[in-house]
């Protein structure tokens, strides 16, 4: 009775948790503090209920031979058979996958993806394969070749922790192109690549696969181009022809035309290397640096747009590169799905003065879907036509 009457009067006051021990008899009365009395019964009861009870309730511990039993029998198991898809859902996914895999990476990836991909190099200059879909530069601070040129310098340097090196871009590539793409060294290396360039001594021949045949099947378009604002329910710009002549009023001539302050001078020259399936592989260059200038000069000079080209299929809204059924057949898909073609313009060849009387002349390979589409319009490249 006074060991009740001190648990009560000081223990439950002060709000301190009992652990009652089964040694201890439980109080059956208390006069003094009856919730005492209660609360030591409840937790005497806990007490002595019998070991082998409380194990019995629970789970039996997992041993470690049962574990990788587990896991062994998991691995056995056959894989679950995935969904089938259709040759025309499987080719676009391959499109996706080859236009979209480097242009959400961490920049390191990209970085030593370029090292891979390295084609020339000397103490000036360096010659890169440029991915598609990864800009050359990029404002809003996402990944671009120009933002991992430290990280590509210090690789091609050796990972040294004092290095000096730097790559800087000399001319440029649109996001959506493919193929050789020039690195300098140093600022003075860079001045020199504009100048042999404002003098057209740089020369860079693309590659293009367009939809339609170019007639005459050689030539030079020399027309001006200027950024004009499309109206409509989705407005915006693109650029578009600014020619100097037009045809009279009589329709036997052409009366020459005031040029747009605003217009900048384009020249391309282009040479059809195959023609199948209502399509082409054609070589273009270009003596001038406008904005989309090949891709303008091909959808509305020649009326031959370029393949994956859907910003310039329509003069006069944006809306996805509407191709004939044929063609549709030949590439595997639905033009309903044509959004996800990707453009076919490959940076092929670039040829430099070297510094020291050599030039230098780079090749560089096709990107996978390049190929493919080649091979799915049966165009052949000009090496494999020779033999």
């Known amino acids: 009775m006074n060991r009740c009457r001190r648990i009560a009067c000081s223990d439950i006051k002060s709000g301190l948790t009992i652990i009652a021990f089964s ?3 439980p109080p059956t009365n208390c006069r003094r503090c009856p919730e005492a009395a209660r609360f030591l019964s409840r937790s005497h009861a806990t007490a002595v209920k019998p070991a082998t009870g409380s194990d019995a309730g629970e789970k039996p511990r ?3 031979i049962d574990l990788a039993q587990k896991v062994q029998q998991e691995k056995s198991k056959p894989p679950a058979a995935e969904p089938s898809l259709s040759g025309q859902q499987k080719r676009v996914m391959e499109l996706k996958r080859f236009s979209l895999q480097l ?4 920049p390191n990836v990209l970085a030593k993806h370029l090292h891979k991909s390295v084609l020339y190099q000397d103490k000036d200059v360096v010659v890169i394969n440029k991915p598609y879909g990864v800009p050359v530069r990029d404002d809003s601070g996402a990944t671009s070749i120009s933002s ?3 990280v590509l310098s210090k690789m091609m340097d050796g990972m040294k922790i004092k290095s000096e090196s ?3 871009p000399c001319l440029r590539l649109e996001k959506e192109t493919t193929g050789a793409f020039l690195l300098a060294r140093s600022e003075k290396v ?3 690549i504009l100048d042999l360039h404002r003098n057209n001594q740089v020369q860079r021949k693309y590659w293009v696969i367009t939809v339609g045949v170019p007639v005459p099947s050689e030539g030079v378009i020399d027309i001006p181009i200027i950024e004009r604002e499309v109206t409509g329910s989705r407005p915006h710009y693109k650029m578009a022809l600014s020619p100097l002549f037009r045809m009279n009023d009589a329709g036997d001539g052409v009366t020459k035309v005031r040029a747009h302050r605003q217009a900048q ?3 391309t020259k282009y040479r059809v290397l195959d023609s199948s399936s209502g399509c082409s592989l054609v070589e273009l260059q270009s003596f001038t640096g406008g904005k989309h200038q090949m891709r303008v000069h091909m959808a509305l000079a020649l009326t031959c747009p370029i393949l994956g080209d859907h910003k310039y299929s329509h003069s006069s809204k944006l809306a996805p590169q509407k191709l004939p059924e044929r063609v549709l057949g030949k590439l595997g898909l639905e033009q309903s799905k044509i959004r996800y073609l990707p453009l076919h313009v490959h940076a092929r060849h670039l040829t430099l003065p070297g510094t020291h009387g050599a030039d230098i002349s780079v090749s560089c390979p096709l990107p996978k879907y390049f190929t493919q589409t080649l091979t799915r319009l049966r165009l ?3 090496d494999e036509k020779d033999r």
């Open 23 to 25: 040694r201890v008899k």
């Open 62 to 64: 997992l041993r470690a």
């Open 103 to 106: 242009q959400h990476v961490h």
């Open 148 to 150: 991992v040129l430290p």
């Open 166 to 168: 730097q790559l800087l």
């Open 190 to 192: 860079v001045e020199r």
């Open 265 to 267: 001078a384009a020249v």
């Open 380 to 382: 052949s490249l000009p």
